[in-house]
């Protein structure tokens, strides 16, 4: 069988084609053709292509959410993220309002995130009136699309409809700052933030890794299992899948690794009458599912 070996130097030099832009000079359809070309995909988790997002909203959405309220237990990533590359999301967050034709914008952010909330505002220049940073209410699922958008503008979105339906668009923080790296800098997504954490793991991290990163990898950087990990989940513990092999390798819409212990898991003594058709997901408004 024929086959290409390509062999990693480990230098991870960059293309000669990667150059910064002037974004002034950039109308909203080469913005999005940038995006596109880049390969940017939903970073909170969701992965849906942002340059099919943004064309669907284009005279529909008057209002612009950046999502910060990461409110899945464990996930720290976007926070590490709006407090330590903020400029990157004030940056993202300004093309995808050209984008969009829109002069305003809110980022929601958790108030347990007040570093993250007091460093964002500083970015932002004296009388700043497109770009809001707004705290909410620590609480689950505050970060969800449609409890988003509800909070935020009172708008409710209609069962089975979308944002764009109520006059919405809802990016991720690490969307935006995505954004902002393709559009402004040149750079496609080649690497993200995640979170490796839970109690069986030994140093709980957040680092910046390659798209394809094993998982195994990861768990490695910090430091191995502390104790035999009885689980090790994609994503957050309320809406992340269960992984059975530690080879798996990081996505773009991975923005954690969970290793939990025995001790972690619920503890099921009893059969249960579920037959995990999984009509339960489909009904609840936030896909939530009931078992990992």
Known sequence: MNAVVIENDFKNTPSPDIHPRNVDDLTAQEIISIIKEAGITGMGGAGFPT?????SAIGKADTLILNGAECEP???ADHRLMLEQGERVIGGTRILMKALSLNAATI???GNKMDAIEHLKSLLPPGESGITVETLRTRYPQGAEKQL?????GREVP???LPADVGCCVCNVGTAAAVYDAVALGKPVTERILTVTGSAVARPINVVAPIGTPFSYLIEEA????SPAARVISGGPMMGAAQYDLAVATIKATNSILCLAEQDLPIQDKEQSCLRCGRCVNVCPCTWPPCI
Do not use: D, N, Y
Request: proline fraction near 4%; glycine fraction near 22%; aromatic fraction near 4%.
């Open 51 to 55: 340059h099919v997002k943004l064309s």
């Open 74 to 76: 464990s996930i720290t």
């Open 108 to 110: 929601g952010v958790e």
């Open 149 to 153: 958008i509800q909070r935020i503008t």
């Open 159 to 161: 069962p089975g409809g």
């Open 223 to 226: 430091g191995g299992f502390a």
